[in-house]
Structures are given as C-alpha cells and as structure tokens.
C-alpha cells in the first residue's frame, strides 16, 4: 500500500511504490457492500502470522458482552478498504495467504493465534498493480474572498510530482488545491480542499495560497539586496551569541510604537523605541544574534486582527496581585485575542499574518523583510497501528518520510535565500532524522553571495535535542538527540547545566534547590535529606556546571568533586546518562532559561527562602546568567533575563496572552504581581505562588531592573573582550581550561575556572588574545564572602577586569 495513503501524502508525492500490496476481494465478492457491513470489525489473517485488523467505519461498536478471547489486536487500523474491491495494506503478503474476516454480531477475537467468532471467511487474492491515482486540481482565484474560482485546471502527474504551468496574469491571484484522496479520519474517499504546503504567500483567513514571486522587485524593501553584505562577518560559530525574543511581547506593551505597529514586524524598523534602543544597547554590548519565536503561519492566532478579543488593562491594573481574576479573565479570551508563541504550524515556508499591518497580498513578505533589516497528514507522524503520535504535544511532524523531509530543506532555503535568515532553531529536534538535520547543514552550507545571495556557512544550526515519545533510542531511525548529533556541528540546548544551576528540572519539584538557588548554603526548608547528602548534591551539580562550563565536551577530562580525572561524559546524571555529549563548542548551547517553564527570575523567586532580600534574587539572577555568559559554548538568554523579568510565576505561558508576557523596556516594571498565572498549567502551584505574589518585597523596584541591565552588559562585554572566553575547538579547551577547588577538600559552591593563553613561551599553546595572557573566573553562590588560596594561580599578576572595576559600587556583582 502506498505511505501516501497511510498519511494522506501531500501532492508532490501521491504515488504507490514498488513495495506495496493490493488485495482484491474475488469476483464473486464484488457486490458485498461496505455499508452493510459498519456494525462489523473486519480482520486480515496473513498466513500464520498473527492477525491484524481493520475497521470500515468510525461507526463501529464492542460487543457489549466482554469477551473471553484476546481483543488487543482488534483495535488497530492498520489497513485501508479503499474501494468496493480493494484492501489496501502496507505490508509484505510473503508465501501466506490472506482472508477477510467479519461478524455480524461484532464477535471477533483472537484465541491461540485464530481468529473466532466469524460469520464470513473471504480468501483474498494479491495484485501487484498499485493504486489508481488520485485526482489533483487547482481552483484559481482573482481575490482572497470571491466565491467562484476564475479557472479551474487539472494537474499532471509525473515521478510523483504533480504540476501544472499556468499564465504570468496569474500572479498575484489565489489558489487552492482540490485533491480526491483516502482520508483516514472519515475512512472513506474524500474531495479535500487544501493550501499548497509549498506556499509562499496567503490570503488573511489562511484558507488560499497567493501565487508571488518572492524575486519580484514589487516585494523588496529599499536596499533589500545588498543587505547581506551589510551584516558583520562571522569568523566562527563560537562567537554567537543568542537573544530570544517574541514577536509580540517586543512591542505589544511599548508606548513609544505607534498603535498599528505594535505586536508587529515593523515594530523592529523604528529606530528611536525603547525596545530598538534595547536592542542597540545589548548589540553593542556583544549579542550577536536575535532568535525570534516562530514567525511562520501558525494555528491559534486569527491574522486577521478585527476578529480578536480584548481585556480591559485598567480593570486587570484594578486586582491584587496574588488575585485569581486577572488570569480567569485572560483565559477566556485567550484562544480569540491576538496572542500564542506559535507552537502550532500551519504553512513553514510563509510568514505570520498577525505581525504583519495586511494579512492579505505581499504585506505579510515586505513587513517580515523590513524586520530581517535590523538587527493533512502525510505531514503527521503516525504509529504502528495508524494512530496520530502526539508526543510533541501537538501532531508529530515525520521527517523520516522523503517528501516531508524535502520540505523541510526547500522551505529552510526560501527563508535563508529569501528572507536573510541567519540561523534556524529546530522545536523538539530530537524528533527529525539526524540524517535531515546534516542534509539541511550541507544544504545551507552550499549557498553562497555570489549565486544566492547569502553566506550559507556563516547559518547555525541549532535545536532541542531530547529524546522521547516514539523516537526514543532511535526508535524511528536515528533522530537527531544531543548524542547522536555528536560530530554534526549542529548545536543543541544544554539542559544539564540549566537544572545544576536551577535545581531538580522543570518536571520536579518547585522548591527543589540548586547552585544559585540556594542549595546546601541557603536551604528554604524543602526536604532533601540530611546534611551530607544536600551538600554531596551541592557537590555533583558543581561538576555538571564545570562540565557545562567547558561546551559540555565528551572527552574534556576535570577531577570531580571526588578527586577522580574523568570525562564529561563519565559524569554521570541521575538516571546514569552522560553529562558530556558535544564534540566541538558549536555543538552545545548553553543557557539557564528560555521562553518555556517559568522566567529566571520567577524560578529564583520560588525555590529561594521567603526571607531573602529581593537584592540577593537579583544578585542570583545575575549569578546564573553570568555563569552562561562565561562558559565556552554558545550562550543563549531569553528576553527579560537581564530585566528580572517575571510572567507572574506562569511555567507555560504560550497562551497566556500579552498580560503575562510582557517586557516593559522603560525599566518601571518587571511584571511581578501580574495575579496568580493561568489555572490550568499553574493551579496545582498556586498555595506556593500565591503568598510570594502578595508579599510586596518579593517585587523589584526600578533601581533593581536598571542594575540588573547594566550588569548583564557588562558580563556580555567581558565574553567579547577576549577570545579565550570564546574558544573554537575541543582541543584549545582541553588544552587552555583548568578548574581548581576541585575534589574532596573543596569550599562548598565555589568554582574556579582558569583560561590560558600562550603568552610568555607557554610550551605547545599559541597566542590568542594580544591583551590578556591569563584569565580567573571565581563564582561563589553563597551569601557571605569566602576565601580561596591556590599555589598556580598565586603567582600570576591577576587584576580585577577593568570593565569591573569601572562598575564595583552595585554591591551585588
């Protein structure tokens, strides 16, 4: 049977392979009709191998006597009954033979390998023919809205490709697809209407695709094409660093945006808003790179912007802030207003309408250009017995399959050739083939100024590489987890030192202490055992950090905090999974926080004890980001992390609405207090958030928040004050990086980090940085000033950075 029909196949591969099997019922069968058979479960026996069944309609019912025999095996649709005369299967039918079975009493089961219970036994016959094709049509329309196409042209079918060549007026009209195919959610033969999944523009309601030119002049901005030779040279990947953004919360909440500009892409082009002038300041400060949630055409969001729903802002400043009525008013409007993250996609290859001022025509392609110059089921992974996996939380995308997996490459080329983008962050990227990952690196990396307009080298590549649900230990081929993209120079987020520095993981316990948490030094009463076992877990996290520290190597050696020389990747997690993973730097991406589970500074604010100072949160906020900044690797920081920003305590804020999110780039606020966050992903979390809330000296004032800024700049310019923060090789930092205060006789907490360069005729290194031959790094996450005296670095001329020094009167650097 063709995959096609297993997952309804886009057009461009509707086509029956080699490998398939058609059954045909025999000719004295041909007059038994399916509809006479909807209260029956049907089963196929393949020789003597175990049965597998099929149902012939989403009518069918279980006998209501539970029956003796085994029914697991007849809850699968494994098989499609396509036509009258024709069982559809994607298995080999070897040397056996093949039966139909039914019952008119719907009394199927299984016993000793047999089915029972059958009134009807029909031998099969195999046909190696393959399927008829389907139908293809493409329904043409001058407008985004008139009912009646203009034209109506059949489509060819060739090498599985199905095409047609129309006329040059048709550019600028609209078009839909009108395919008759299997669908396996009606289990009938269907006339379905879709968008081409090769879209590159769309009409406001998402139901038409435009046909555009994405080369036309009529849809360049002004310098459009010369902007790639305008963007700064990237020497290597070790040098980026990344700034994750929302396209809405930029500017949905700033009073310097013109009202028809916020929550938009061209929010970004004006130069004199606070968030621009943000932007600017963290630019020149070293971030080298935006990373935009997605800004594809999502499910959630209405682009057209009259049919969303508001809160009234004054009546939400109105409550207290633990009060259960800010988040009951936002949830009921929160899948009508104009707020999702964008989890959801629709069209890959076409920009969101809702950031764009016209969701119709070319605007939504101009708009997203002008930003770029500042700074149905074949999609779907199924399962063995023809179900939809959902581990993702939403449809599985299966790149495993060939036609998915050349999307996938042909639309990361339209946004690099056509938008300008300069790196690509894959969602749950665990869950793509590796083999689609390293063909989407080579494919970027064969672009070039000179014939496509951008430096295809200089695109990273980078995602999250966990490893669950269905692809499990490469349980659909080898995906592209943090271990098995070992070698790929493709980047992946660094969950280890995110949890050592936080505590526990996002899925434990909230009050779960760690490094800058308050672990062992600063207990909050949260039982984790006694004494020795806290400080032995304060132990073992500060070896997952120095692993981190040092890009998260496989191989890089360290003395643990049992004295031992081991590799990272013989630190071991607490499920006995390696710490280590990455070959190179460029493969790890550091960070302490992203847009998903709570904002750092919420995640502080709930594991610290109550009786803390808000200044001692923010000097553990900027604790955490520092070690990020600091530690060779890419770093990665969330927007708001250097602004103490809070979402109220929301873990999940993907649907919460502009409320919760909000980033205020005048400092008067971090968003603190916003009341009790959304009561379906947080209540079971409200008898700890709500006390917190209404505790008036857990907010920061504005004179936290402007610190907290000028600190986090400072951190980012000292990364880019020396190379030797920004290492290129394992090799350089095997060779350069050495941490001391290490095994049994440690002080609690303290890590010591030192980075050599090759001045003054250091045997085998070579010199790197012309100003600093020697570098210290000392983080001590306690509350009180310790002292550590160590031979090597005794005799080195150290002096405090003088970026430091410039800025020693905020007490809580």
């Not at 081991?566 to 460029?586: C, F, N, T």
Request: hydrophobic share 35%.
């Amino acid at each position: 049977m063709s995959a096609a029909l297993l997952s309804s196949a886009p057009l461009s591969s509707i086509s029956a392979p080699s490998e398939s099997t058609r059954f045909l019922l025999p000719t004295h069968h041909k007059r038994l009709r399916l509809s006479s058979l909807t209260q029956h479960r049907l089963s196929l026996k393949l020789g003597t191998s175990r049965p597998l069944t099929l149902r012939c309609s989403s009518t069918m019912h279980q006998s209501s006597t539970p029956s003796s025999c085994s029914q697991d095996s007849l809850f699968y649709s494994r098989a499609f009954w396509v036509s009258r005369s024709i069982i559809a299967w994607n298995v080999g039918a070897g040397e056996g033979e093949c039966y139909l079975y039914a019952s008119r009493n719907a009394a199927l089961c299984v016993a000793d390998g047999e089915i029972q219970g059958h009134d009807v036994k029909i031998k099969l016959e195999r046909t190696n023919y393959g399927l008829s094709q389907q139908e293809v049509r493409a329904l043409i329309y001058k407008s985004p809205s008139e009912a009646d196409p203009v034209e109506i042209v059949q489509l060819k079918e060739l090498n599985g490709v199905w095409s047609v060549k129309g006329p040059r007026h048709w550019e600028g009209c609209y078009y839909v697809y009108e395919v008759s195919v299997y669908h396996p959610s009606t289990l009938r033969i269907e006339k379905c209407v879709s968008n081409d999944p090769y879209a590159r523009g769309l009409s406001a309601d998402g139901k038409r695709t435009l046909l555009v030119n994405l080369d036309s002049d009529d849809v360049k901005p002004e310098g459009w094409d010369n902007l790639q030779d305008e963007k700064p040279n990237l020497l290597s990947f070790s040098d980026i660093s990344l700034y994750e953004l929302h396209v809405r919360d930029f500017s949905a909440n700033d009073p310097t945006v013109p009202h028809e500009f916020q929550g938009g892409y061209l929010a970004f082009t004006l130069q004199d808003s606070a968030g621009v002038k943000h932007l600017k300041r963290l630019s020149s400060a070293g971030i080298t790179h935006v990373h935009l949630l997605p800004t594809f055409q999502f499910a959630g969001v209405e682009d057209e912007k009259h049919k969303w729903k508001h809160v009234d802002i004054e009546k939400l400043n109105s409550f207290p802030p633990d009060s259960e009525e800010q988040q009951a008013l936002i949830t009921a409007i929160q899948n009508k207003d104009g707020y999702n993250w964008g989890y959801n996609p629709v069209l890959w290859g076409v920009p969101k309408g809702s950031y764009a001022s016209n969701a119709n025509g070319p605007c939504r392609i101009i708009e997203f250009r002008k930003m770029v110059q500042i700074v149905p089921g074949y999609y779907l992974r199924r399962n063995a017995d023809g179900g939809i996996e959902h581990s993702t939380c939403v449809n599985n995308t299966a790149s495993e399959h060939f036609m998915v997996e050349r999307l996938i490459l042909d639309d990361l080329k339209c946004w690099a050739v056509h938008y300008k983008i300069d790196g690509f962050r894959f969602d749950l990227m665990g869950h793509i083939m590796k083999r689609t990952m390293v063909k989407a690196k080579s494919l970027l990396n064969s672009l070039s100024k000179d014939k496509n307009g951008v430096d295809g080298p200089s695109i990273y590549i980078y995602g999250e590489g966990w490893d669950f649900g269905e692809v499990a230990n490469n349980g659909r081929g080898i995906n592209a987890s943090q271990f098995n993209l070992f070698g790929s120079g493709i980047g992946s987020f660094n969950d280890r030192i995110r949890d050592a520095l936080l505590g526990g993981s996002p899925f434990g316990h909230p009050l779960h202490q760690g490094f800058v948490t308050g672990l062992y030094l600063e207990p909050n009463g949260h039982d984790l055992g006694d004494k020795a076992n806290v400080e032995r877990m304060l132990a073992v996290s500060k070896d997952h950090i120095q692993v981190g520290m040092a890009a998260n190597l496989k191989d890089f050696v360290l003395s643990n905090c049992d004295g031992e020389e081991v590799k990272g990747s013989e630190v071991l997690l607490h499920d006995r999974k390696p710490v280590g993973y990455a070959s190179s730097p460029i493969e790890t991406v550091n960070y302490v926080s992203a847009h998903d589970n709570e904002t750092l500074f919420d995640i502080i604010s709930l594991k610290t004890p109550k009786d803390i100072s808000v200044e001692e949160r923010c000097r553990m906020n900027h604790l955490a980001t520092s070690v990020i900044a600091l530690s060779q690797g890419i770093p990665f920081f969330h927007s708001g992390d250097e602004m103490l920003r809070s979402k109220s305590i929301d873990r999940d804020s993907y649907n919460s609405g502009d409320w919760f999110n909000r980033l205020d780039f005048s400092y008067n606020s971090n968003n603190w207090g916003g009341g009790l966050p959304p009561k379906e992903k947080n209540e079971w979390n409200w008898p700890l958030i709500k006390p917190r809330l209404a505790d008036p000296s857990y907010k920061p004032q504005k004179s936290h928040i402007l610190a907290a800024v000028e600190n986090f700049s400072n951190l980012v310019q000292i990364r880019y004050s020396s190379p030797l923060f920004r290492l290129r090789t394992a090799n350089s930092i095997q060779e350069r990086v050495r941490f001391h205060n290490t095994g049994p006789s440690w002080i609690p907490g303290l890590i010591v980090m030192s980075i050599e360069d090759g001045h003054q005729g250091v045997p085998g290194l070579s010199q790197l940085d012309p100003i600093y031959s020697y570098i210290v790094v000392i983080i001590n996450p306690g509350p009180t000033d310790v002292s550590f005296a160590n031979p090597a670095l005794r005799a080195r001329s150290l002096q405090l950075h003088p970026i430091q020094v410039s800025y020693i009167c905020f007490h809580y650097i």
